[in-house]
C-alpha cells in the first residue's frame, strides 16, 4: 500500500515525510527528487499478541509513503516537466494524502479552501484528459469498424467525462462490477482514495469551511503541525511523550495519519498467531475469509477449507488460545465468512 503525500509549494510535505519517516530531508527547498519511506504499521494489539505469544518474530503491517515534489498551479495543463512527475507517481499511489497551509510562515495568508480546489482542478484535468484521449479513440474505432466496439466503456467514459467537466471527481460516482473492472485499467486521479492534511499553525484548529469543502468530496480530514511533529520525530520516546503532553498532542502524526489512511481506504487490519511468527495483515472491510487467505499466500485461497476465528476480544478475555478454544470462542468459518477487524485467523487449505 502506497500512499502519495501531494500539495503545492511549500505547504509542509517534505515536513511531514519527515515526522511520518524520521527521514531529515531538506525542507523549504521546493526539491525535485520524491522520498520514499516504508514504515510499520505501529498496532498495539500486536504488542499484546507478541507478548501473549513470545514469537520468534514480529511482523507489522507496512505502508509506503512517498513525499511527491509540489509543482506551480497550471503545470497539468502545460504538460511540462513538473507535471509529468508529479502525475506519474500520484498515479503510483494508492491514496493520496494533500497537505494544505494554514501557516503564514512567511509564505503569505493561506488560503487553505484556494489551494484544495486548484489542486483538485490539476486532477481533474488530468483525468479529463485520459477521458478525452479515450473517447477519442473509441470515436475512431466505431468509424473504422462500423460499430461501437466497448459500449460499456464508451458510455461510462461519457459519465466521467461530465462528471469531470462539472469539477466533480470520479470518487463520487457509483461504478458496477463491469465498470470498475475497466477502470482498473486506467490510474485515474480523482477517484483515488483522498486525506486532506491541514497543516496548522501551532494549537490552531482545522478551518471551518475548507474541511467541510474536503468531506463534500469524499476526503478524510485531519489537522496537525507538522514542523512540531518533524521536531516530535527527533526526540528519544520518552522525551516524545512528555513533550506530547505538554503540547496537548495526544498522538504522533505518523498514528494520524494511518487512522485516515485505514478510513480512507476502507482498510482493517488481522493477525496470524503461533510460536513462529506473530503477523498484522491488512484488508478491505467486508473482505470474506478466502480474501484474507490470499493476502497471507495465493494457495491459501485456491485450496482455502476452513478458516479458524476468534475475535481479538475474546482471546484476550480467555488470556491464551487454548483457554478460548475451552470457552468455545475459536470458532469455524466458511468462504462466506466476512472478516472482522482484529480476527485473529488460522487458514485450512490444501492444495
Ligand atoms: N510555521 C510553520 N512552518 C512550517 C510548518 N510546516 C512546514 N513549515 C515550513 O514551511 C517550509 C516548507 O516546508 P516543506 O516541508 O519543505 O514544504 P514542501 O515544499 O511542501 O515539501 C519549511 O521552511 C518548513 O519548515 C508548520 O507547521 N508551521
Ligand atoms: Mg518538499
Not at 239 to 256: C, H, Q, R, S
Amino acid at each position: 500500500m502506497r500512499i502519495g503525500i501531494i500539495g503545492l509549494k511549500f505547504t509542509g510535505k517534505t515536513t511531514l515525510f519527515n515526522a511520518i519517516a524520521g527521514a531529515g530531508a531538506p525542507t523549504g527547498q521546493g526539491g525535485v527528487d520524491p522520498h520514499l519511506t516504508v514504515g510499520k504499521i505501529p498496532d498495539p494489539r500486536l504488542d499484546l499478541l507478541t507478548e501473549m505469544f513470545s514469537p520468534r518474530r514480529t511482523v507489522h503491517a507496512q505502508v509506503e509513503w512517498i513525499d511527491i515534489p509540489g509543482f506551480k498551479p497550471g503545470a497539468t495543463a502545460d504538460g511540462g516537466r513538473e507535471a509529468t512527475r508529479f502525475l506519474e507517481h500520484g498515479r503510483a499511489a494508492d491514496a493520496l494524502a494533500q497537505v494544505v497551509r494554514c501557516f503564514d510562515g512567511g509564505y503569505g495568508l493561506p488560503d487553505p479552501e484556494k489551494e484544495l480546489a486548484t489542486l483538485a482542478f490539476e486532477l481533474t484535468v488530468a483525468d479529463l484528459q485520459i477521458v478525452e484521449n479515450r473517447l477519442e479513440r473509441l470515436a475512431k474505432e466505431k468509424v473504422t469498424t462500423g460499430k461501437v466496439v466497448a459500449p460499456i466503456e464508451l458510455a461510462m467514459m461519457q459519465r466521467f467525462r461530465t462528471q469531470l467537466e462539472a469539477d466533480r471527481p470520479l470518487r463520487d460516482l457509483e461504478l458496477d462490477n463491469d465498470e470498475r473492472k475497466i477502470v482498473s485499467g486506467y490510474s485515474f486521479l480523482t477517484i483515488k482514495p483522498l486525506i486532506v492534511v491541514f497543516n496548522l499553525a501551532e494549537g490552531a484548529s482545522p478551518p471551518a469551511g475548507a474541511s467541510a469543502a474536503a468531506r463534500a468530496v469524499g476526503a478524510e480530514v485531519l489537522g496537525l503541525c507538522a514542523r512540531v511533529e518533524e521536531e516530535l520525530a527527533e526526540l528519544s520516546s520518552a522525551d516524545a511523550a512528555e513533550f506530547l503532553t505538554d503540547l496537548g498532542i495526544t498522538e504522533p502524526a505518523v498514528n494520524l495519519m494511518i487512522r485516515a489512511v485505514y478510513g480512507a481506504l476502507s482498510l482493517q487490519s488481522f493477525f496470524t498467531v503461533g510460536e513462529d511468527e506473530c503477523r498484522a495483515w491488512t484488508v478491505r472491510r467486508g473482505t470474506r475469509a478466502p480474501g484474507a487467505a490470499g493476502v497471507i499466500h495465493t494457495d491459501m485461497q485456491r485450496g482455502f477449507i476452513r478458516a479458524e476465528v476468534t475475535a481479538y476480544a475474546d482471546l484476550v478475555t480467555a488470556g491464551s488460545l487454548a483457554a478460548a478454544k475451552g470457552a468455545n470462542k475459536v470458532r469455524l468459518e466458511g468462504k462466506n465468512y466476512v472478516v472482522q477487524d482484529g480476527d485473529i485467523l488460522s487458514i485450512r487449505f490444501s492444495v
